[in-house]
């Protein structure tokens, strides 16, 4: 297995995953100028999807790229976490994942952005700018909900308790993230845990809300053992055009 | 056009002041928010600008219905980029709408118990791809025509939302075009959702300026006032001759066997549409119109707790800082 | 009961040197909101390298009717501006 190719597959995977569900909200979300927050988020995610697939794609030297990847890769093929696949609900629960991701994000790409491979460096140091305001927005957000009115605390404490579970597997440390290290590419996710159970913390309490009591922690997504059943369902929407049209230009 | 029909109010006022008013537009005077204006002024541009607000965000809903499903992360990101400018759009002109005194959630209300219209056009299905490519085409082509001479209507609100309009959407009928190019060079099926696009969205586009400037009553009263600048019939007309040479470019058939070139006049003769069609869209009985709105009805209803937090939290935050002080 | 947010004017500074110039307006529930919503909604192309928010009902601002008073007085002034005095060609540049 070529492990930076796995490597930057789950950061492309996880960018085009959650910039997917993301877009879902474009035409619906509570205000308009949220609406339009939305669109910037997913807009900013499906950028760092073209830079890491596209690299990810070199890499592999296959002649294959970004879309190949994201269009004609099937479920057990994509290394994308779990939490970030499986549907947004509500306006609570996909501002909470986003939270989630962010307060991951923003150490992880500013620890990449010192990797050893100039090109990881550069695509994270860009990433960083935008994940770093997506932090803020969406720690504030949550915390403006969990602290507004009993639904709304109620709403954000039930995304909390969903997405909870799917949160650990973020700071993985398998045989990639191992060989990632070695390399001088990138820590391993799991060094990330404490920096981000302070932001968690803070967040949390800020929103009025309780930090579940498990440490349980699904897995299957990032090394693409076992998806959810979810992730079947966005491709079948998204790679629609380019299944049903093989070898069609657009 | 994106605010069709729209009746304008007869006005009971002072004829001096009334004068006084016209002499200002006449004289290309911009009226500002506090200015004293006709009350028939006043709820014409509500109605009219609050029209073209609901219809950006509805117009939301067709294109977005391709979001997902975009066949390539370029195409996904121009589109999902030209979406969210109409909401971008829809927010400036309620912005506007609101300096006369009406809420943004007011106009909203309006919009889903169906006192206040949105554009017919959007009340079309996207079937295919290809109809992302019609729609920046067309209907942003034929929105374009419409929104540029309103850059120097006389209300100075709307007059600098639709500044901004138009220099971002500039991009969107090229976008539009692209996507249309990809498709007619592309093979068999392509070329054959491009016509078929064509073929669903030619009259639709037509109508948007309006009816027949014979059976438009409500022209004359908003030319005078410089809050409608052309006639319908002078805007379709100058659509009608700047489209057909691109649909040649692309090889594509413009659906209607009455299209000729008129020598004399020098433009295209072409086949008005559907009116019984128009009116029936404009009534509620278009294909999408249930639809959009439930969907806006929707959106409106799942978010309502979200705005009612939003503004909680603010005020507990303000008081919290006040405590602290 | 109205939960409706407040209504914000949003003032963009286009590049390093130059004035914030009023972009347009948007609804927010308290500053920090509507700044971020400034930067999304009015940042998008690139615009800005400076933001403020302004909430519209603490915009004092002068009346229509009294335009007369207000403005027409400065037009009598002439001399405030530097074309009034006329200085020979041979003095230079001045």
Known sequence: ?250 | MYAQMVKSEATKDDPEQLAAFQARVDADEKIEPKDWMPEGYRKTLIRQIGQHAHSEIVGQLPEGNWITRAPTLERKANLLAKVQDEAGHGLYLYCAAETLGVSRDELTEMLLNGQMKYSSIFNYPTLTWADMGAVGWLVDGAAIMNQVPLQRTSYGPYARAMVRVCKEESFHQRQGFHVMMAMANGTADQKRMAQDALNRFWFPALMMFGPSDKDSVHSSQSMAWKIKMNTNDELRQKFVDETVPQAEYLGLTIPDEKLTWNEDTKEYDFTEPNWDEFFDVISGNGPCNVDRINMRQKAWDDGAWVREAMIEHAEKKAARKLAAE | ?94
Request: hydrophobic content about 40%; proline content about 4%; glycine content about 8%.
């Open chain 3, 1 to 94: 009961m109205s939960n409706e947010w407040p209504l914000w004017e949003i003032f963009i500074r286009g590049q390093h040197g130059m004035s914030h110039r009023h972009v347009g307006s948007l609804h927010a529930a308290d500053a920090e909101h509507a700044m971020k919503n400034a930067r999304d909604v009015y940042t998008r192309r690139n615009e800005g390298v400076s933001i403020w928010v302004v909430e519209a009902e603490k915009i004092t601002a002068s009346s229509p009717s009294a335009k007369g008073p207000m403005y027409d007085p400065s037009r009598g002034k002439v001399y405030r501006h530097p074309t009034f005095y006329d200085i020979p060609d041979d003095v230079g540049k001045m």
């Open chain 1, 1 to 250: 297995m070529d492990h930076l190719f796995e490597f930057l597959l789950r950061q492309g995977d996880n960018a085009l995953v959650l910039g997917h569900r993301t877009s879902e909200w474009c035409g619906v979300a509570p205000a308009l100028e949220e609406d339009i927050a939305l669109a910037n988020t997913a807009l900013d995610l499906i950028g760092q999807t073209q830079l890491w697939l596209g690299y990810a794609a070199e890499v592999e030297g296959k002649g294959r790229s970004a879309n190949d990847l994201a269009y004609l890769r099937d479920v057990y093929d994509f290394r994308n976490a779990l939490m970030l696949e499986v549907p947004n609900n509500d306006f609570g629960r996909t501002l909470m994942r986003q939270f989630l991701f962010d307060a991951f994000q923003v150490p992880w790409l500013t620890a990449l952005s010192a990797s050893s491979d100039e090109r990881v460096a550069g695509i994270a140091a860009k990433s960083l700018k935008e994940a770093t305001y997506h932090l803020e927005r969406s720690s504030e957000t949550v915390i403006a909900l969990g602290d507004g009115t009993d639904e709304s605390n109620r709403r954000m404490q039930d995304a909390l308790d969903y997405l909870w579970p799917y949160a650990g597997e973020l700071f993985g440390q398998d045989a990639t993230d191992q060989a990632m290290q070695d390399a001088g590419v990138a820590p391993v996710p799991a060094s990330m845990r404490s920096v981000w159970d302070t932001q968690i913390e803070q967040t949390l309490s800020a929103a009025c809300l309780s930090r579940p009591d498990t440490s349980f922690a699904h897995s299957g997504g990032c090394n693409g053992s076992r998806h959810t059943e979810h992730l079947g369902h966005m491709l079948a929407v998204m790679q629609t055009l380019q299944r049903s049209y093989p070898g069609a230009v657009w």
